[in-house]
């Protein structure tokens, strides 16, 4: 015999056995239809984690796929700053030898210059004996004019 409170002010009713088995079959009916629904929830749950775990994984491949994609592009301006830095330094080299050859030639010009300048002094220096030469020998002509008779 089972004593089960009735809700009503601290009251008791017995149940008889046959009262205890319909009372134990609906606690038993209502902890089945408990754990059916927890079952269910349960899978649903599991279900939407793996559909969650699988949409996750397909993510994953593609940003993996991404990063290589961007790997090798970054790679490629890599080797084209690369290309940029060699021609950059070819540049600097070439202008290098180009301002060696500039001197050079300035010294050159220099030089050619200073000649120049030491050429037109000794042409000028001839014209000036040449002249005075010329005068000695127009004084010499006149003097053997004189002495023609």
């Known amino acids: 015999m089972?004593?089960?409170?009735?809700?009503?002010?601290?009251?008791?009713?017995?149940?008889?056995?046959?009262?205890q088995s319909r009372v134990y079959y609906s606690v038993l009916q209502d902890l089945s239809c408990f754990c059916r629904v927890t079952v269910s929830q349960l899978q649903q749950g599991s279900a939407s984690a793996v559909k969650v775990m699988?949409?996750?994984?397909v993510e994953s491949d593609n940003s993996v796929k991404q990063a290589h994609v961007a790997g090798d592009k970054m790679a490629a301006v890599t080797t084209a700053i690369k290309a940029i830095d060699?021609?950059?330094?070819?540049?600097?080299?070439?202008?290098?030898?180009?301002?060696?050859?500039?001197?050079s030639l300035d010294n050159d010009i220099h030089t050619i210059s200073e000649l120049s300048q030491q050429g037109q002094?000794?042409?000028?220096?001839?014209?000036?004996?040449?002249?005075r030469l010329k005068q000695q020998f127009d004084e010499l002509e006149k003097m053997v004019l004189r002495f023609k008779v």
């Open 2 to 19: 089972i004593f089960v409170f009735d809700g009503h002010k601290d009251t008791f009713c017995r149940l008889t056995c046959t009262d």
């Open 54 to 57: 699988k949409d996750s994984l």
């Open 121 to 131: 002094l000794n042409l000028n220096n001839t014209l000036a004996e040449c002249t």
């Open 86 to 103: 060699d021609v950059n330094h070819g540049v600097a080299n070439a202008t290098t030898e180009q301002n060696e050859v500039i001197q």
